[in-house]
């Protein structure tokens, strides 16, 4: 499944975000399963405001779920994929408080030993879990073109 990912904020602290990051706090997920990889603010940064980073102060994070808490309680702007954010996005928890979206380098994938993948229970599984994927595609796409 891929994923996309972009700046999430609690509502009042996305007024403050949408200056353009006029020097919010940026949260971010430093999971160990992520490091020695770049900074994925730094890849978003890169693509959609070049060196804009480099004046916001930064809050460290060891779990991504703890800077998207970190951002429900309006501490900054975190950036989440939309699998981990969505469902705070659709609640009102959180706002995309500008773009872009962008996809991001890793996914999600349900592996099952070669063996097993015929067994009923895998298929009903993987019919269902498909089925969220494209209901969450579907809730995305519905949220983004609401801000248009």
């Known amino acids: 499944m891929p994923a996309h990912m972009g700046p999430i904020a609690e509502w009042r602290a996305s007024v403050t975000a949408t ?3 006029a020097a919010p706090n940026v949260l971010h997920d430093d999971t ?3 490091s020695g990889d770049p900074s994925n603010w730094k890849v978003w940064f890169d693509h959609a405001s070049p060196g ?5 102060e930064h ?3 060891s779990h991504a779920t703890l800077a998207l808490d ?3 309680d309006a ?8 699998p981990l954010a969505l469902l705070d996005v659709s609640a009102g928890r959180l706002v995309v408080p500008f773009g872009p979206m962008i996809k991001s380098e890793s996914g999600y994938y349900l592996l099952t030993p070669t063996g097993n993948i015929e067994r009923p229970q895998v298929t009903l599984f993987r019919g269902w879990i498909l089925d969220e ?7 995305l ?7 248009k």
């Open 141 to 147: 796409a519905g949220l983004l073109n609401a801000k």
């Open 70 to 72: 970190a951002a429900i």
């Open 32 to 34: 160990p399963f992520f």
């Open 133 to 139: 994927v494209r209901k969450d595609d579907a809730r």
């Open 75 to 82: 501490l900054g702007v975190a950036l989440n994929t939309t």
């Open 19 to 21: 200056a353009r990051l």
């Open 59 to 61: 809050l460290h994070f």
């Open 52 to 56: 804009a980073i480099d004046g916001c």
